[in-house]
């Protein structure tokens, strides 16, 4: 079975452009959670869906950071304008949201750069 | 704010040596977990505690929550190099949401 599937697995971007992040997450999981992970502020959490609802996205760190989810098998987080300050890996994951302790399955990730 | 402290932050150690990894919090935890990540990979999950004073073992790993959910360990007994990677703590704040910890890095040397 394919595992989240997270596009691209690089990007390198000038800042003030537009930057778009995607994610599949596993077929049947009802979560979604999008990352971000520095060397400074270690794996944060930015915004998660549940049944494609956003239910917190208190992590968000600017209005220029924004995430859709417009059905169970798609989700992207886009940055505009970027800025150097949001390179970092972004993660994908997502679960089975039926119980406390669920496990979350994360992607790949994307290691932005924004020169 | 929730916060996750993870020591120590970096530990070398030689293969076959043992090493214990802390998880400490002020906050009480629905449940906690651990995860180990490696370079350019993402986080993969090691086990789940809910329960204070909870202990479960994963082979050569002995992970044990707190009695009063606030704190974990991760013992590692007889390290390999293959354990080497990036060790993650995630508390459950009680909304099904986690929070992660700062992360210990483990290299052991062969």
């Known amino acids: 079975d394919a595992g989240v599937i997270q596009s691209p697995r690089h990007e390198v971007t000038e800042m003030g452009q537009e930057v778009t992040l995607r994610c599949k997450p596993i077929s049947g999981h009802n979560s979604l959670f999008w990352y971000r992970q520095t060397m400074m502020r270690g794996l944060e959490l930015l915004i998660y869906?549940?049944?494609?609802?956003?239910?917190?996205d208190s992590g968000m760190p600017e209005d220029r950071f924004s995430a859709k989810m417009p059905n169970a098998s798609f989700s992207t987080l886009k940055i505009q304008p970027s800025e150097p300050r949001d390179s970092a890996v972004y993660f994908c994951?997502?679960?089975?949201?039926?119980?406390?302790?669920?496990?979350?399955?994360f992607g790949p990730g994307t290691r932005l750069t924004v020169t | 704010t929730q916060l996750l402290e993870q020591s120590p932050q970096f530990l070398s150690i030689q293969e076959g040596e043992n090493l214990t990894v802390y998880c400490n919090s002020s906050?009480?935890?629905?449940?906690l977990q651990w995860y180990r990540q490696e370079p350019g990979e993402g986080p993969v999950l090691l086990v789940t505690?809910?329960?204070?004073?909870e202990v479960k073992k994963l082979k050569r790993l002995t992970f044990q929550f707190g009695d009063a959910r606030k704190d974990s360990s991760l013992h590692i007994t007889a390290a390999q190099p293959g354990d080497t990677g990036l060790y993650l703590c995630a508390g459950e704040t009680g909304t099904y949401k986690y929070i992660f910890g700062t992360g210990t890095r483990l290299k052991v040397l062969a």
């Open positions: 505690v809910v329960t204070g004073g």
């Open positions: 994951a997502s679960s089975l949201w039926d119980r406390a302790g669920y496990e979350q399955y």
């Open positions: 906050s009480v935890f629905s449940s």
């Open positions: 869906f549940n049944n494609n609802v956003p239910i917190d």
